[in-house]
């Protein structure tokens, strides 16, 4: 098992995307931002290309609850599309 550290402190209410909700184009699923200026850092992180100097979006399942975390370049490439009210 692999220890990850997510630095989110910079993150929430701050953050103007912050419980924002988006759809996943292909999957269909709806996901709320929690941040997407997290650090990532763990063990051995250059071995799968992950560097300090980038930023990370966290977000939430809205169905599951499941927390997810990508780097925020992929996230907002198109991928999701955000559903506004």
Same mark, same amino acid.
């Given at each position: ?33 929690? /941040?997407?200026?997290? %650090? ?6 250059? $071995? *799968?290309?992950?560097?300090?100097? &980038?930023?990370? !979006?966290?977000?939430?399942? /809205?169905?599951?609850? %499941? ?6 370049? $992929? *996230?907002?490439?198109?991928?999701? &599309?955000?559903? !506004?009210?």
């Amino acid at each position: 098992m692999r220890r990850v550290m997510l630095d989110i402190t910079h993150a929430a209410t701050s953050n103007p995307l912050w419980n924002t909700l988006w759809k996943h184009r292909k999957r269909g699923g709806f996901y709320r931002i929690i /941040t997407t200026t997290a %650090s990532l850092q763990f063990s051995k992180a250059a $071995e *799968f290309g992950v560097f300090g100097d &980038e930023d990370w !979006t966290v977000y939430q399942n /809205t169905e599951s609850g %499941s927390i997810w975390v990508r780097p925020t370049e $992929e *996230f907002m490439d198109g991928r999701f &599309e955000q559903i !506004t009210a």
